[in-house]
């Protein structure tokens, strides 16, 4: 097959061949270390310490992604190096961002998912946001909190900004998006539709309800975005799955109107909705319960995987 120039579009479905995939990870070689930036060739594959390779680099995501260009050529010629590998059974994953600035989530944003609800697909985006403590690695624990009785699941795709910027086109928005990654918005339900004036913040934004990961994919390494299978298991049992093509809001028109509101920084984390199949809205409804393990799949980026505690 003909080799592709990095950021074309190809009908398969894989990553474009001219570019090496970039799966940019935090993690740790010794519980309770500073957090090291590193990246994987593939999902599983061992671990390039970007950290050892490139000292000057900051240690966080975050301040990575304010390098821009800088800091995506230093980890090229880590990852073209060959040196400072880490195998991958010395290495604990943390989410690939950690304390950003802002976690923007979108409600209501698969058509499918409104009609399992029966509610109109919106006109405009529904935002609501997390905080960000709310953040937990890809293999963390998610601690059911005592407070609420109905926890669910959401597996979403997730994007990150990497460049600043406000009232940005439309046209122009996927110059300020860095990469993909998996998420599950867990949400407490009574809290978010009960409870509290039904404002959705306090269900969303329990400690571990934002699960992120395994790795923040650069752009020009996922084929079309638009075009993603994900799916959600529970003990093995699949309870969502959709694809990226139902967003009601795609990932430039949620650059552009939610930076008409807000400065955007490199870091801010972006969950895009979910597919229909959540457990509120089952017949009869299913929650999560201690011992549970959630697992998040979506093509090209990988799988989170969770337990409940």
Partial sequence: MQALACGARPAIRHPPRGCRAMRLVQFRRVPDAEPRLGLEEEEGSDVVDLSACEPGL????????EMGDTGLAAARRAQESGRHRVPRAEVTLL????????????????????????VKIPQEPVIFSKFPSAIAGPFDDIAHPAESGEVDWEVELAFVIGKKGKRIAEAAALDHVAGFTVANDVSARDWQM???????????????FCPLGPALVTKDAVADFDNLGLRCSVNGEVVQSGNTSQLVFKVPQLVAWVSRFVTLLPGDVFLTGTPPGVGVFRKPPMFLKRGDV????IEELGTIRNKVV
């Avoid at 900051?58 to 992604?65: C, E, H, N, Y």
């Avoid at 976690?103 to 409104?114: A, F, P």
Wanted: charged residues 25%; contains cysteine; hydrophobic residues 30%.
């Fill in 95 to 118: 989410a690939p961002v950690t304390g950003p600035d802002k976690v923007i989530c979108v409600g209501l944003n698969y058509k499918d998912h409104c009609r399992e609800q029966g």
């Fill in 194 to 208: 009960k409870r509290n004036g039904r404002q959705w913040l306090l269900g969303k934004t329990f400690d571990t």
């Fill in 58 to 65: 900051p240690r966080t995501m975050r301040a990575f992604l």
């Fill in 294 to 297: 959630v697992q998040c799949d």
